[in-house]
C-alpha cells in the first residue's frame, strides 16, 4: 500500500519530536521503575527532590553531567567515546518507524518518521548495532575484565537475537509484507497476530526483553558478572549513556511488541489514535517492571542453554507451521486453533511442577 510521503521540514521535525520525547521518556522512567520497585518491595523510592520526588531524574541528569570523568590509561580514547554514542543513537532511530495512528492523523501529516517498505528489517539491523556499541565498549577500555564481559555479552545477544528474527517471520508469512503499517492495518481486519501467532509473540515478546538488558536477562550489566560487565571503566556522563541505550531500549520494545501481535494503535471498539498505542506501551512498561521486581536472575549458561534451546526452536517450529499453512493455502483459522492448543500447554506446564525427590529418610 503507498502511504503519502511528507515534505523534509515535517520529517526532521517528527524526528526532532521523537529524540526529545524519547529522552523525556527515559529520564521519567528511571523515576516511575524506582517508585515502582518500591511499591513491590514495600518501601518508599525517591520522593524527596521536588513534589512526589518529580525533580530526581534532574538531580540524576546533573549528578551524571558534572561527576569527574575519569578516562583509564590504557584505553582507545576515540572508540572509548564512540561505544556509548552508538548505542544511544541506533536505539533512537529504531523508534522513528513506528505507527502512532491512521495516515494523516498528525495535524494533517503522517504519524510516523519513516515508513519504510522493509520495516521489519530496518529495525532489526538497526537493533543489531547494539552489539557493536558493547563489544567496542569492552575492547576500548583496555581491561581484561572489561573485554571478557563484552565478548561474553555478545554472545548471549547472538543466543537469543536468532529467536528474536525467526520469531518475526511468522506475522511476515501472515501479513505479506515487511512494512509495519500494512502489519496493523493487516491486524485492524483479521484481528491482532498474537492470536494467529501465539509462540512467536511469546518468544519475541522475551527475546525483547533479553535485548533490552532487563531481569532476568540483565547479566550484561549485572554486578557478578566480571566485575560489573562490559562497562567496568566508564564513568560519569558516559555511564549514564549506557543507562540511557538501555531504557530506549525498553521503551522501544515496549512499543514494537504491541505494533506487531496486538493491533498496534487499533481496537475492536473506539479507535482512537495514539491513546491506544500509549495504553499497550504503558502495559507493557509495567509488565517488564513487575518481572525485574520478581523473578530472579539467570546464570550465564541458563542464558545460553534458553536461547538456544527453547526460544530459537519454538521460533523456528511455529515458523515453519505458518509457511506450511500459508503454502499450502489452508484457512487460517488452523493457526487460531494451533495457537490456542500452545497457549493452554504453556499454562499446563506452568502449573505442573514436580516436587523433587527427597533425599534420605527422615523421621
Not at 66 to 72: L, R, T
Not at 226 to 239: A, C, N, P
Not at 307 to 319: I, R
Request: proline share 6%; charged share 10%.
Amino acid at each position: 500500500m503507498n502511504y503519502p510521503v511528507d515534505p523534509y521540514w515535517m520529517v526532521a521535525l517528527k524526528a526532532f519530536l521523537v529524540v526529545v520525547g524519547l529522552l523525556t521518556a527515559f529520564a521519567f522512567m528511571t523515576l516511575i521503575e524506582r517508585r515502582l520497585l518500591a511499591r513491590f518491595q514495600v518501601r518508599l523510592g525517591p520522593n524527596r527532590v521536588g513534589p512526589m520526588g518529580l525533580f530526581q531524574p534532574i538531580a540524576d541528569a546533573i549528578k551524571s553531567i558534572f561527576k569527574e570523568d575519569i578516562v583509564v590509561e590504557r584505553a582507545d580514547k576515540v572508540l572509548f567515546v564512540l561505544a556509548p554514542l552508538i548505542g544511544v543513537v541506533f536505539a533512537l532511530l529504531a523508534f522513528g518507524a513506528i505507527p502512532f495512528g491512521p495516515p494523516g492523523s498528525f495535524f494533517g501529516y503522517q504519524p510516523w518518521v519513516l515508513n519504510l517498505d522493509l520495516g521489519l528489517l530496518y529495525l532489526f539491523a538497526v537493533s543489531e548495532m547494539a552489539i557493536y556499541g558493547i563489544f567496542l565498549a569492552g575492547w576500548a577500555s583496555g581491561s581484561k575484565y572489561s573485554l571478557l564481559g563484552s565478548l561474553r555479552s555478545s554472545a548471549s545477544l547472538i543466543s537469543y537475537e536468532l529467536g528474536l528474527g525467526i520469531a518475526l517471520l511468522s506475522p511476515v508469512l501472515l501479513v505479506g509484507s515487511l512494512n509495519l503499517n500494512d502489519i496493523v492495518n493487516w491486524q485492524k481486519e483479521n484481528g491482532w497476530l498474537f492470536l494467529y501467532a501465539f509462540p512467536a509473540f511469546l518468544v519475541y515478546a522475551t527475546a525483547a526483553l533479553a535485548e533490552a538488558a532487563r531481569t532476568p536477562f540483565d547479566l550484561p550489566e549485572a554486578e557478578q558478572e566480571l566485575v560489573g560487565g562490559y562497562h567496568t571503566e566508564y564513568s560519569s556522563i558516559k555511564w549514564a549513556l549506557f543507562q540511557m541505550t538501555e531504557y530506549i531500549h525498553f521503551i522501544t520494545a515496549s512499543a514494537l511488541i504491541p505494533t506487531l501481535f496486538l493491533g498496534g494503535w487499533t481496537m475492536p471498539f473506539l479507535e482512537v489514535p495514539y491513546l491506544w498505542m500509549l495504553v499497550k506501551i504503558a502495559f507493557f512498561l509495567f509488565l517488564f517492571i513487575w518481572i525485574r521486581a520478581t523473578w530472579f536472575r539467570l546464570r550465564y549458561d541458563q542464558l545460553l542453554r534458553f536461547g538456544w534451546g527453547f526460544l530459537f526452536p519454538v521460533a523456528l517450529v511455529w515458523f515453519l507451521v505458518t509457511a506450511l499453512v500459508v503454502a499450502l493455502g489452508l484457512p487460517k483459522t488452523y493457526l487460531l486453533y494451533l495457537s490456542a492448543l500452545s497457549f493452554l500447554v504453556l499454562l499446563g506446564g506452568l502449573f505442573y511442577s514436580p516436587k523433587p525427590a527427597r533425599k534420605g529418610g527422615g523421621a
